[in-house]
Every structure is written in C-alpha cells, then in structure tokens.
C-alpha cells in the first residue's frame, strides 16, 4: 500500500479503500495521523467536536481549524504563524515524516474544509497529506465501521515545519496590484448569488459583491455525489468557466475555506502552483477602497 499511497501524490486525494489498505499495514500504522477537520459550514450552529465523539473513522483525532488559525484579525480563517502551527500539529504526535490523511464528516455536500487543512500543512512545507475523497459520508457509505468517544492521548512530537510556500498566499495588496497588471485570473469560489451581490452575508458587517477582474467558479461544482469528479470532469469544470486550470491561478472565497478546492482541484490537474487569497472576500470588503468592490449593494 506505500506504492498506492505514493502514487497519490500529484493529486493528494486518497479513497476510502485506499486508507483502508493503508491502515491494514502494521508497520505503517505508527507513522500514520488520521485528522477529522470538520468545521460548520455557512450558517451552521453545529458542535463539529461533539459530533466526532458520537462518529469517527477508527484511530482518528478531531483536529480544530478554529484553533489553529490567527486571532488577531477580523477575518475568519487566516493561516496561524508558524509557531502556531508547530504547536497545533504537536499534540498529534505528527513529525515531519508522518503521513497525515485528513477528513471532514459534512453531511451535506461530503467535503466542505478538508482542502483547507490539506492546504494548511502544504503550506507550511508538510510532504505527506493527502485528503479523503469523500470524507466520513464516503466512508459510511462504504459499510465501514466507525469508533465513538475521544480518541487516546498521543505523545507529543517536535515537529519541525518545512520550508514555509509564501508563493502559496496572496494578500489584499498582491490582490490590488493585480486588477491593473493582470498576472494572474483570480478566481472566486463563492456561488454566483453571492458573487453578484444579490444573496446576502450571513455576517451581518459584510456585503456580497465581488473583486475587479475576478471570475465565478461555484466551490459544488467540483462535487459529484459527495465526492470530488473525475479529473476528465474537472477539466469540463474549469472550461466551463472560461479558465485554463493549468494557468496561474489565484483563488479566493468567503473566508479562505471554499477557496481550498480550487487549489486541490488544480493541484490533481497538475497545476500546483495556484495560490490562495487568504482573508478573502471578509478582508477585501473590510479593507480595500469602495471603488474596487463590483456588484455590492447600496
């Protein structure tokens, strides 16, 4: 199963019955982290943690993104600093070697913020994280078992990160300069209502609309019955859109969260170059000039 696993890693996405196989191997299983991300989606009030202790894959760990993100900002889901993280991934015994598989149980759509985790180890130069395709809701369909309450205590490690990809993150600036000088499409993962300021922000400081120059790429449309489509699919996805998903890419949502998916999707087409705007629509709404703003109701 190592060379299965292996074989993974242009496109990061692991099937169930690969875990599976992966899991079965004794000598593998020590240098394996299984990670539940799950955060509610849009809207949602749910306790992702409560919901873990009740469900689980065999051997997993509830790994809060909520927790590991930084504080000091207005926006929702921005990358923690490094010692941060280096903490955060501490506690899950993971060294730098580990192999971590990361999840989330979203019973709606079957894949909501595992990209988001997966994006977040890349990030920080982790060499081995792969995403469940399809996510617990797979795994369930599936007819595996599942383990209830908290998983045991794991010794901590000392993780050391690995080169820190800064041409992973875009900010606002580096977002701004682009409307003139047009490096890259950046292209929004939010759903088209919310792209053309005719749905409402569930924050209540926050309005829809879009950035200059930005494309609509709506985050479900890489879903298929909860799992991620076909390469062959994807492709057609991007056509569709009018974007080349091998071109040089900025993605961008909400919070930094939907974003993620474009980023796997290219990531499994061969493009692992895309970046993310983190802070997203939340920091471009909340900092950039009125005029640079499309669509935003009066």
Known sequence: MHSSVS?????SLISVSQLT????????VSDLVILDVSVPMP??????????????????????????KETNTENEYM??????????????DIKSHTTVVVYDANKEKGMFSSPRAWFMFMTFGHK????????LMQWLKEGRSTETGDAPLRLQSNYSPGQFRIAHVKCLQQVKLNIVAKNFQLLDARSPALFHGSSPELRPDIKPGHIPGSKCLFWIEFLEDGVLKSPEKLVEVYKAAGVDPKSSIVATCNTGMAACFIKLTCHMLGNSDVAVYDGSWVDWFLHAPDNLKIEVPK
Do not use: M, W
């Open 21 to 28: 196989e992966f899991i079965g191997l004794s000598d593998a």
């Open 7 to 11: 074989s993974q890693k242009s496109t």
């Open 79 to 92: 990358l923690p600093t490094v010692e941060k993280f280096k903490k955060c991934v501490e506690r899950f």
């Open 128 to 135: 081995r994280v792969y995403v469940i395709d399809g996510g």
């Open 43 to 68: 809207g949602e009030t749910k306790d992702c943690y409560t919901e873990f202790k009740q469900r689980h894959i065999p051997g997993a760990r509830f790994f809060d993104l909520n927790k590991c």
